[in-house]
């Protein structure tokens, strides 16, 4: 079994900053790692994910070169620091953690467990 917890979402005005971490509780070694985001009225969609070796991520197209996510395994917990941010990055953003077999996996959906999320606002 594996819980996440989610932490570092706030109020932040446009063009800040934010750095998101979720703490993994399991052996989450061998798992590749996502984040999702829901705004309001919204299905959840994809943002980023990071193979358990941490040698591969994979980015939602509309993200590149604002969010980059990264993992620590030696503390069980991943990273997503968001740059330039926007009032439409506005959402509740929730961790995820898949099994994988091999070590450049990145997994974009299907995931097996799910934190609760942390609330990110962006006020213009």
């Known amino acids: 079994q594996v819980q996440l917890v989610e932490s570092g979402g706030g109020l932040v005005q446009a063009g800040g900053s934010l750095r998101l971490s979720c703490a993994a509780s399991?052996?989450?070694?061998?798992?590749?790692m996502g984040w999702f985001r829901q705004a309001p009225g919204k299905e959840r969609e994809f943002v980023a994910a990071i193979s358990w070796s941490g040698v591969s991520t994979y980015y939602a197209d509309s993200l590149k070169g604002r969010f980059t996510i990264s993992r620590d395994n030696a503390k069980n917990t991943i990273y997503l620091q968001m740059n330039s941010l926007k009032p439409e990055d506005t959402a509740v953003y929730y961790c995820a953690a898949r099994s994988e077999r091999y070590y450049y996996q990145v997994p974009r959906d299907n995931y097996d467990y799910w934190g609760q999320g942390t609330q990110v606002t962006v006020s213009s």
């Open positions: 399991g052996r989450t070694s061998t798992y590749a």
